[in-house]
């Protein structure tokens, strides 16, 4: 009877991990069979995403795939769906970038290119807008003016960009050839092509000469990756020649490498903290200024177009009480991006901290106060400072005034 019973059970475990086999071989067998892939999956904390949300996301999916008029590729949808997700941070600096944009912006610029001949950044909208046409590029002959906007290069959407030299690659390439440029003017309220014939452009970021009275000035476009030896050049240069005060023109300038700017205010100021930044853990880090300055006067001209580096040394000057700054009211960024390269050679570019002036300041959205505010003459409303007369121009007379009167 023992016996029966072990030779029972005995076959009905054979039976039961037959049949078990049998479904799993069969299940796989199926699976190749009908082609089925692995599920891919985006997973989110339940803490943080709401499931409606992850609902109304597979709805819309599935409304576009239904019925939407043409074919849909999912995988520019989610790509789609990826930059949305930098989009909705409403940072004007923070965007999402394809492998082509990507490698765009990774690209060196160099002192020399063939373009149309302007100088951009972004506005606080995040929008490219034109700081200053040069003179006599094929920009300025074709009628723009400061403050347009770039909206389209060759029909092409740029103001999700929010990078400026990005655009600037995009606008660059085979001397003689055109590029159509679609730019807004806000103070007309229209939209306008340009058909512009490009040409080869020499940038020149610096300018410096002696004025009258042994007063030394040092005009910087923007922070280029070699501005500091153009500076402690143009510097020392004016020294040896007797100068005997420092204006520095920071007009216009939209800013450029942080190192550059770091290594030229060490260079004016005594020792102490230049900048530091912050990031949303609070980490903090430091750039300091060693003990060597410049022992005599220096003046500091800014407008609304003076941002980024131009800020950094500007509220170092001023937090120091090393110069006078003079004109108008900064631009107001004081946030630091990094980039980020994805695998497939996409990428995003990231505001990942704020950084302070000495005294602790952000200037985010304030921008930094002239401690003289002087206003060019109203007919250079939206004019380049390089196109202002020297005879019209009341900031650089205002602070020649100023240096004249601290010279000993």
Do not use: H
């Not at 302007?118 to 995040?126: F, P, Q």
């Not at 990078?163 to 003689?176: A, P, Q, R, Y």
């Not at 900048?275 to 410049?294: G, H, I, M």
Request: glycine share 10%; proline share 3%; hydrophobic share 35%.
């Amino acid at each position: 009877m023992l016996k029966n019973k072990k030779l029972l059970f005995g076959m009905i475990a054979l039976v039961v991990v037959t049949a078990t086999i049998s479904v799993l071989v069969t299940g796989l067998v199926l699976y190749n069979w009908n082609g089925f892939q692995p599920r891919n999956e985006i997973t989110f904390d339940p803490n943080k995403v709401s499931t409606q949300n992850i609902d109304k996301f597979n709805q819309v999916r599935k409304i576009l795939e239904n019925k939407y008029y043409k074919g849909i590729d999912e995988n520019s949808m989610l790509e789609g769906a990826i930059g949305g997700m930098a989009q909705s941070l409403n940072d004007p600096y923070t965007a999402y970038y394809t492998k082509e944009q990507m490698q765009m912006l990774t690209e060196d610029i160099n002192g020399s290119y063939v373009g149309i001949g302007i100088s951009i950044d972004l506005d606080k909208d995040g929008l490219v807008t034109v700081i200053e046409p040069f003179e006599g590029s094929p920009a300025q002959k074709a009628g723009v003016k400061q403050g347009d906007k770039i909206t389209k290069v060759n029909g092409k959407d740029v103001t999700g960009l929010k990078d400026s030299n990005t655009v600037v690659k995009l606008i660059k390439g085979t001397e003689g050839t055109s590029v159509k440029v679609t730019f807004y003017r806000p103070s007309e309220g229209k939209s306008f092509d340009l058909d512009i014939v490009r040409k080869k452009i020499k940038v020149e970021n610096l300018k410096s000469e002696m004025l009258p009275g042994d007063i030394g000035y040092i005009q910087i476009k923007t922070f280029d990756a070699e501005i500091n030896n153009y500076f402690q050049n143009s510097l020392n240069s004016l020294i040896k020649q007797g100068m005997k005060g420092l204006i520095i023109d920071l007009r216009d300038d939209p800013g450029g490498y942080y190192d550059q700017v770091v290594a030229i205010a060490d260079r004016l100021l005594p020792k102490g903290v230049i900048v530091y930044t912050e990031d949303k853990n609070k980490k903090r880090e430091y750039e300091n200024s060693d003990a060597r300055e410049l022992g005599m006067p220096i003046a500091v001209l800014v407008n609304g177009n003076s941002a980024s580096a131009s800020e950094i040394l500007s509220g170092a000057i001023k937090d120091f009480k090393k110069g006078t700054l003079i004109g108008t009211k900064t631009f107001g960024k004081g946030l630091v991006q990094q980039e980020y390269t994805l695998g497939d050679g996409s990428g995003v570019k990231v505001t990942i901290a704020r950084y302070f002036t000495p005294s602790g300041v952000c200037i985010q959205g304030i921008g930094i106060q002239p401690n003289i505010e002087v206003k060019l003459p109203d007919k250079y409303k939206n004019i380049p400072v390089s196109q202002v007369q020297r005879s019209d121009d009341t900031q650089l007379q205002k602070a020649i005034d100023v240096i004249q009167g601290q010279i000993k």
